[in-house]
């Protein structure tokens, strides 16, 4: 059989190869670009709902849609720094319905300040998001997605256990304040979106441990040999993940002044949507909470203007698959150059 790349023949080839300046200059383009591209179609889509739909741009509008997105913005925070270390967790959804079981037994069965409470649930979430997936994963090397599957099933099992698959009201004029009220103007669940954004963003950033999470998710092997501790690099950001779920569950039990053991099951799958929209790559080792925020932005943008267009939620759920489909496909690209695909539709068979 004829060898195809003993010729001059480049069709069907991988032309990083043979012009690695030429691929490195494309993947440093998509790099830096995908945060830039999703912004703009943020814009764009603002654009356009903004001049279709008279009532978008009005200020309470604009409140809603960004109070809105307060549950899922914490949790696809969290999600973000589990990506950049190369897993994922499935179990976010179901560590937010308990934690808001959780906040129900502080509050009323222990007796605590509803501060008090709010504080300890997030902690202790994150305490066992630390001792299940963290030590799971990080000490003991089980793989991510049987390990938080296996915490999805447990923590949902749960909550079904303490709450007998009923909702807990939960009534307290602190939570009341949380959900609908604001500072100069400023809801306070946008308040509370800024300043997780802005400690994850420094997080990330500027400590030791945001360039160990970006060292231990692009080459795991090569960080441990360089003696940073893998273990508990992946046990904190396991924590973190479990206490923004934790957090988006206090804005829920705020909004809607209960714990519902139905909260959190497809929420999971908005998170991963935002995160991987703004650019953070499953790999590991790239991203950041700039584009996740962006992402967040751009889904929640799409779901109230198809909201106040009258379009079915459904074609929300479409366009959101579509997108994130898209976003994977720019990931391939960036990580493996334009010349990865390589489909030939109408090619000659070689013979055997």
Known sequence: MTDIQSGPRTEGRDLSATDPHLSSRVRSFLAHSRIAMIAIGLVLLIAYFAVTQ??????????????????????????????ILGGFDLSIGSMMALSGFILAWFYHDLGFPIFVACVATVVLAGALGALSNGFLIGRLRASFMVVTLGTLSLFRGLVNLVSGTETKAINSGFLDGMAFGSV?????????????????????????????????????????LAGINTTRVTIWVYA???????????????????????????IMFDAAAAVLLGGTALRGGSGG???????????????NGLAISGVPSYWQQILSGLIVAGAAVSEILQREGLWSINIRLFSRREPH
């Not at 400690?199 to 500027?206: G, I, K, N, Q």
């Not at 973190?240 to 497809?266: E, N």
């Not at 909470?289 to 779901?303: K, S, Y």
Request: hydrophobic content about 60%; overall charge positive.
């Open 289 to 303: 909470v700039v584009g996740t925020a962006i992402g967040v932005l751009f889904l929640g943008t799409l779901a």
């Open 184 to 224: 100069v103007g400023i809801p306070i669940p946008v308040i509370m979106m800024a300043v997780v954004f802005f400690a994850a963003w420094w997080v990330l950033r500027f400590t030791h441990f945001g360039r160990d999470l970006y060292a231990v998710g692009g080459n795991f092997q090569a960080a441990r």
């Open 240 to 266: 973190i993940c479990a206490s923004a779920a934790a957090l988006g569950a206090v804005l829920q039990c705020a909004r809607v002044a209960a714990a519902s053991p139905q909260v959190g099951d497809t």
């Open 54 to 83: 008279p009532t978008f741009t009005t200020e309470a509008n604009i409140k809603t849609l960004l109070t809105s997105v307060s549950i899922l913005w914490m949790l696809s925070m969290g999600l973000t720094f589990v990506l």
